[in-house]
């Protein structure tokens, strides 16, 4: 089943915050980030393994609530470079399903 | 190769004519997936190959749709008969048995 992502889309002015969650019906054994360009392919991001874990990339984290099963990525500070359409990707411990995608845009 | 490969990146067909798109993954890579992404939407799955397992095919969405990876490397994805609606990207992916997801740029589909 794919995960939902919220929100659909975000906005910003550079050096703003946001939070992107992702949230499943399935139990979650790992969650996936990945960030798409437009025209470009999918770059992975970070991967989480276990739950109520945070790891970080530059000024992006996320973390990983198994019991909730929900996934939420943190971009701090964002950068113009930020701007892209955000995946997280869930699934059992072969098959991977991305979610619904959100679309984040950081002007100057 | 350094990185996944796939062809066509561009392909125009006309409706009813098959076409096949080829992927080569990273070598090593046990796990290969296909995906597509119509205009503007989500990555849709649509196959998965690990190792010497059978496939699992859930995501392909007809009897349309059909994909083979010979020697566990490189991959086939078969579209026979096609439709307007196969209009889309296709992205091929590998990754070793876990872990980070590779993609290739993609194969562009445009059904007339």
């Known amino acids: 089943q794919q995960p939902v992502q919220s929100p659909q889309a975000v906005i910003l002015r550079e050096g703003e915050d946001a939070v992107i969650n992702c949230s499943s019906s399935?139990?979650?054994?790992?969650v996936h980030w990945y960030r798409q360009k437009h025209g470009e392919a999918p770059v992975f991001l970070m991967i989480?393994?276990?739950?109520?874990e945070q790891k970080g990339h530059e000024k992006i984290s996320a973390s990983f609530n198994e019991k909730k099963q929900q996934s939420s990525l943190y971009l701090t500070a964002s950068q113009l470079s930020y701007s892209g359409t955000y995946f997280c990707?869930?699934?059992?411990?072969?098959?991977?399903?991305f979610g619904t995608g959100t679309r984040l845009q950081v002007f100057p | 190769g350094a990185g996944v490969s796939q062809s066509p990146s561009n392909k125009v067909t006309e409706k009813g004519k098959d076409v096949e798109l080829r992927c080569d993954p990273i070598?090593?890579?046990?796990?290969l997936y296909w995906y597509r992404q119509s205009l503007g939407q989500g990555l849709e799955f649509l196959i998965y190959f690990q190792g010497n397992s059978a496939p699992d095919k859930s995501g392909l969405p007809s009897d349309r749709f059909s994909a083979e990876r010979t020697g566990g490397s490189v991959s086939t994805l078969t579209i026979q008969r096609t439709q307007q609606e196969d209009s889309a990207v296709y992205l091929c992916a590998s990754r070793r048995t876990v872990g980070e997801l590779f993609f290739g740029e993609g194969s562009r589909l445009t059904v007339l």
């Open positions: 070598s090593g890579h046990t796990a």
């Open positions: 989480l393994l276990k739950g109520g």
């Open positions: 990707g869930t699934g059992d411990t072969d098959k991977l399903i």
């Open positions: 399935k139990a979650l054994y790992s």
